[in-house]
């Protein structure tokens, strides 16, 4: 069941994950993280289905991705002195036998560019928009995860797409 959250459970940690802590850790490390951390605590969930195990996988990633920006934080690590993170890139490289150079490039201009205009949204439109967008979630199980009311997600959804959408003009604009 976790296996075929893979992709998603990659894309909502990098999409949560600052351009600062993107620059300190590997989305690879941290998805292997969350998955050792959910397999070790499974005897303790109680499988009452699948939307159940989708909030605990993606609230154990959360958790995870908050846990790290504080460590950094609190550490003050240099990123210089940290590897780059590139797993995306080699996901990319990966596929390029699959397509052109062009398009290889185009993909990690795409990735490059979401991340970016995720970062210009507020810490909880980002929040929302991920729940909903990459980890599926509804209104009623994002309104639960985060304390608020279903009329205060979908406005919180609403906007951060508008503000998701006017980043990305703006980054493509300066390009």
């Not at 605590?41 to 499988?47: C, L, V």
């Not at 980890?135 to 279903?150: D, N, Q, R, T, W």
Request: charged share 30%; proline share 2%; aromatic share 6%.
């Amino acid at each position: 069941m976790l296996e075929q959250y893979l992709p998603r459970l990659r894309a909502f940690l990098r999409s949560r994950m600052n351009a600062s802590l993107r620059e300190r850790e590997w989305s690879s490390d941290l998805v292997q993280s969350v998955c050792r951390e959910v397999l070790d605590h499974a005897g303790m969930f109680e499988f009452r289905g699948d939307e159940q195990f989708r909030s605990w996988l993606f609230t154990t990633a959360l958790n995870k991705v908050r846990e790290r920006a504080r460590f950094w934080g609190r550490e003050r690590r240099a990123a210089g002195a940290e590897e780059r993170n590139v797993s995306v890139g080699a996901l990319v490289d990966a596929y390029a036998t699959l397509h052109s150079p062009s398009r290889v490039a185009a993909g990690h201009e795409l990735v490059e560019t979401i991340e970016l205009a995720l970062d210009g949204l507020t810490e909880e439109q980002r929040e929302v928009v991920t729940l909903s967008r990459l980890v599926g979630l509804s209104h009623p199980e994002i309104a639960g995860m985060l304390g608020k009311g279903e009329g205060a997600v979908r406005m919180l959804l609403s906007r951060g797409l508008v503000a998701l959408v006017a980043e990305i003009d703006r980054i493509e604009g300066t390009r």
